[in-house]
């Protein structure tokens, strides 16, 4: 499984960001699908996730009501639409997919930089 980034960028605090993520190969396989972000000098950490056909969905407190994350699956890509950003949002957002408990595949990362 291949995992494809996009729609990053600088935005204002306030503004928003919607980043997709473009799955190919064996997407047949892939269960739940994610996002998560790294900030410099902090940790990786779950921002999103949705299982397969969307049927449930978490997110990470901080952004809640703000993050929606979604999948196409027949187009083999998930979204993450990001409202009422804020400077703390800052961060390297990677599309991260599961194929059973053994099998991770992570994209290359989309930098999105939120200024104040």
């Known amino acids: 499984v291949q995992l494809v980034e996009s729609g990053g960028g600088l935005v204002q605090a306030g503004g928003s960001l919607r980043l997709s993520c473009a799955a190919s190969g064996s997407t047949f396989s892939i269960t739940a699908m994610g996002w998560y972000r790294q900030a410099p000098g902090k940790q990786r950490e779950l921002v999103a996730a949705?299982?397969?056909?969307?049927?449930?969905?978490n997110y990470l407190d901080s952004v809640k009501g703000r993050f929606t994350i979604s999948r196409d699956d027949a187009k083999n890509t998930m979204y993450l639409q990001m409202n009422s950003l804020k400077p703390e949002d800052t961060a390297v957002y990677y599309c991260?997919?599961?194929?059973?408990?053994?099998?991770?595949?992570w994209g290359q990362g989309t930098q999105v930089t939120v200024s104040s």
């Open positions: 949705i299982t397969s056909g969307g049927g449930s969905t």
């Open positions: 991260h997919a599961a194929a059973g408990p053994m099998y991770d595949f």
